[in-house]
């Protein structure tokens, strides 16, 4: 089985890498727009530098391919608001032109990586299963929503094998912070750094953290056993406030003699208050769920990055 | 009251002018890609020739306007489908950068017209609410829905009073038919030449069409009535197949001595088979509701087109 991971070097993309050759049988390309990907892609992947408008290229490795993870993304919430054209520029005509590829072939399944933590907007209910209403309050989140519904008319018009995942918010050794994203990567690190972390409302944001293992386990089983035309949260199920997230996290800094500095500030226009995601649709279809603690994946995610702090 | 109507001079625009002609008490500027508007568009209003890409103008007469009508369109349902990336970049970065600019002003309304027979796709009830999921099975329709998403978004977090209209299948005189919408002034025009007229599948689909008049009057109500943040159907709640329609077209073409001459073709993949609306809600809260009945609309139809056949 040939497996193309478009996108496939990042955060995310490296730890799927690892799950994928812990149960084999699949020969792997990633692709990406750095010259070299930074880190190790483990043995027996490939990687080839291709720019998104390579269109050309993309549909010889399309043919190449019997699958195809879709990780394509140039943007997240926080910059896609400042401009929110640069978003859709950035991001619709790839996704669009590879999913347009992928329906004119046979693939066994095209799996694109979306947005469990912005297409649903405002909770009306949690944990939001996947027929909550998708109202999006981020341009990002506008973008990943579109790229699902051009997947889904492919799948009902040609028969496109596609799925949409919808992650919480994955963190873990490997994320680097910043940019508005990885609130657990960006407190440890200004802790490590002895700065302050800034949190918007009293006790910031409820959020749905998911180990990066648990999701690349997630991406695989969806891979594996996801009906065609399905969308699928992958989530922990357990929501977590940013207070109560810098309350376990100091508990680790001040065994090391870091105290953590929080500061607070209004709410910003962009968060949702809460995002708990129900992912019992994946787990019935293929027995997966996370198994990662999230006291466990704080530790290896401090000893990372300490490890890492250059 | 100022009132901007971005890509005014088209066919549902002129119908509007006439409405709020009478009804009175705006000042009208139209804008559009030609260099002069291809018909008249009545006493005291202004047309400005302004190109997408000109944001700065449209900066300017946003900050001029008390209210926005967009029309701003570039393709249909069929032309999407040949290139999806085409219908991205032709209307999705004007639209959200002329919603951003709006939504950055304090505008009495920004009423953006939608798409009421392809943001729902195949329907699961009829008629169809607005609270119907949507999934579109056309690009046309998944740009159309995004749209509304940004204009949602942007209510949401910054107060723009946005209001999005979803109309049925406008009909009626000024229609020019072709390119694979304006079922009905297709049908008309190909009678008038002798030629034949083709349905997809054995009775076609079935459609809610609505008399460009009613829709112009419920674009009307919605900029006087509708609440910031709502998504309003326009249609007429009856659903009319091609066979039906073209039998009653029929009856008006063989009075004038030409019979017309009906192909049956498979069905094709990107037409929904039924799309009625459910415009209730708009009714509930203006008072609007459709007043032309389809065989008086299609005696209009008929007789402007036997006038401008050339």
Do not use: C
Request: hydrophobic share 40%; proline share 5%.
């Amino acid at each position: 089985m040939r497996l193309l991971i478009v996108g496939g070097a990042g955060f995310i993309g490296r730890r799927l890498l690892e799950r994928l050759a812990i149960s084999g049988g699949r020969e792997v390309l990633v692709t990406g727009r750095s010259p070299h990907p930074k880190v190790s892609l483990g043995a027996g992947v490939s990687y080839r530098q291709v720019m998104p408008e390579q269109t050309e290229i993309y549909a010889d490795l399309v043919d190449w391919a019997d699958e195809v993870v879709d990780f394509a993304y140039s943007s997240v919430p926080q910059t896609s608001f400042d401009d929110p054209v640069r978003d859709v520029l950035d991001n619709l005509p790839f996704n669009v032109a590879l999913i347009k590829m992928a329906s004119e072939r046979s693939l066994r399944k095209f799996v694109f990586v979306s947005s469990g933590g912005t297409v649903y907007g405002h909770p009306l209910r949690l944990p939001i299963d996947e027929t909550h209403p998708t109202n999006p309050i981020s341009p990002y989140g506008i973008t990943k929503l579109a790229v699902e519904k051009y997947g889904l008319m492919y799948w009902r018009s040609r028969g496109l094998k596609f799925v949409a995942l919808r992650p919480g918010n994955p963190y873990g050794p490997g994320q680097i912070g910043g940019r508005g994203q990885g609130f657990i990567a960006t407190a440890m690190r200004q802790a490590l750094d002895g700065k302050p972390i800034t949190i918007f409302g009293e006790r910031g944001t409820v959020r749905d953290y998911i180990y990066v293992d648990d999701l690349a386990a997630g991406i695989v089983a969806a891979l594996n056993s996801a009906d065609a035309g399905s969308v699928l949260n992958i989530g922990s199920g357990v929501g977590i406030d940013n207070r109560q997230m810098l309350d376990i996290i100091d508990k680790m800094t001040t065994r090391d003699g870091i105290t953590l500095e929080v500061l607070t500030a209004p709410d910003r226009g962009f968060d949702v208050s809460a995002n708990v995601l129900d992912a019992s649709k994946l787990r019935n279809l293929s027995g997966w769920e996370p198994k990662v603690t999230v006291e466990s994946g704080l530790e290896k995610t401090w000893s990372w990055m300490k490890e890492n702090r250059a």
